[in-house]
């Protein structure tokens, strides 16, 4: 395993496991209705996070697909990607139903097992991460029809962002539905991996230890500090109502267009690749979180800014902006570590995909006290690493072993 394919296994096994926090997190009442793991008042970058998957998924496409010139490469790409998603998905889907105990009708559980929910009925909220491998998906098939008529990803990236803003603008003078938009903002991340996966492009650089990690830090901060509420407040601009429309239609918005930089930043930091415009983004991010942060106190006060639970990120920031200044490496005992949690990324699809399902079912028996809340929660994470190793590493390899006759060695799905 080469140094760049460690880092991202990493930064995938961070991003899966925030993911997991977050949804435990969010659905603390569900997990226990008498205890909480949110005692540390801060909560994972899950939804930050899934936006990282998809330019982690563009990244890993781009960079183990040859050009698809024919339909027997095409009809290849389609076998390998589906074989990826499929089976552990049917599994998840099952699974899901199972602990839905009846809630939905045979109609609903048929359009979540093939990848359209989204559009067309309702996601099993027992598994809310479903909707983005449907936004998956359909990614997959849209880049058939870009590698096969060598369309120029950098261009496409820059007509994709155009669109968006013509979206944005003319939502003020019209309903503009937000799944289109979704789905258009979600692809522009996507696209981004893929166009960077061509990295004879770019220059090659020896980023030290810190600034890797002042990178990570601001994956964990800068979701609290998104200047798109204050300016829209600013500028007394008024958001069209989609309270109309299903959840799952607009969980991806123009609030999410300032994470754009730094998902880009991740890629060039943990593959060791620089282009001109990364100070730019560094400091942009930096600079806009940091006046954000500022802006808080300033106009409500302290007493606001520690009961919305903004302390600890602000720590974060301050810590990366820190870091990225001390530019010096790390000791290589720090190693074992790495590779301890980029094994993570072997089992993540599976973890993110049975999480919140788990989740539900552990939340049917209340702990009666804090050391069975505390042996419940443990008893959970090994049911989750458990069950995932064995949907990676045995089911999914039996399926492979049954559509390949050699083994096809490659980076995972990426969500």
């Given at each position: ?8 296994d990493?930064?995938?096994?961070v ?31 899950g ?22 010139s ?16 499929v089976?552990i ?33 309702d ?13 998956e998906?359909?990614y ?13 990803l ?10 968006i ?37 770019y ?33 007394k ?30 890629i ?38 520690i ?7 602000a ?38 995909i ?12 209340p ?27 045995k ?10 006759k ?10």
């Amino acid at each position: 395993m080469n140094k760049h394919s460690i880092n991202l296994d990493i930064l995938r096994a961070v991003a899966a496991l925030s993911v997991v926090f977050y949804h435990l997190s969010l659905l603390c009442k569900t997990f226990d209705p008498f205890f909480t793991i949110d005692v540390i008042r801060y909560r994972f970058p899950g939804h930050l996070c899934v936006l990282v998957f998809f330019i982690l998924s563009g990244y890993v496409i781009g960079k183990n697909t040859k050009q698809l010139s024919n339909g027997p490469q095409i009809g290849e790409y389609l076998k390998k990607r589906l074989v990826r998603l499929v089976p552990i998905y049917v599994i998840a889907i099952i699974f899901t139903a199972f602990v839905a105990f009846g809630k939905y009708s045979f109609k609903t559980i048929l359009s979540n097992l093939f990848f359209a929910s989204v559009p067309f009925d309702d996601v099993m909220t027992e598994n809310g991460p479903l909707w983005s491998l449907q936004f998956e998906i359909f990614y997959y098939l849209v880049f058939i029809g870009f590698s096969y008529w060598r369309l120029d990803l950098i261009k496409s990236i820059g007509v994709t962002f155009s669109v968006i803003a013509i979206l944005f603008f003319a939502s003020f003078k019209m309903v503009i539905p937000p799944l289109p938009v979704s789905i258009l903002i979600g692809f522009a991340f996507w696209l981004t991996g893929a166009a960077l996966a061509d990295q004879n492009t770019y220059v090659a650089w020896q980023i030290k230890g810190s600034r890797v990690m002042s990178v990570f830090l601001l994956l964990f901060s800068i979701a609290y500090f998104n200047p798109y509420a204050p300016v829209i407040k600013f500028l007394k601009l008024k958001l069209p109502d989609y309270s109309g429309y299903s959840e799952f239609h607009q969980l991806i918005t123009y609030y999410d267009i300032y994470f754009y930089p730094l998902a880009v930043l991740l890629i060039l930091t943990l593959t060791r690749t620089y282009i001109k415009s990364f100070k730019f983004l560094l400091i942009f991010l930096m600079g806009f979180s940091t006046l954000v942060m500022l802006f808080i106190p300033v106009n409500y006060n302290w007493q606001y800014f520690i009961q919305k639970n903004y302390p600890i990120p602000a720590m974060l920031l301050l810590t990366s902006i820190i870091l990225w200044a001390m530019n010096t490496n790390f000791k290589t005992s720090l190693n074992p570590l790495k590779h301890r949690i980029a094994s993570i990324s072997d089992i993540s699809y599976a973890i993110y995909i049975i999480h919140s399902p788990l989740i539900y079912l552990f939340g049917i028996y209340p702990a009666q006290s804090w050391f069975a809340f505390t042996v419940k929660l443990l008893l959970y994470f090994v049911t989750l690493i458990l069950l995932s190793y064995f949907l990676e590493m045995k089911y999914q390899v039996w399926i492979k072993s049954l559509f390949f006759k050699k083994k096809t060695i490659g980076m995972s799905a990426g969500s």
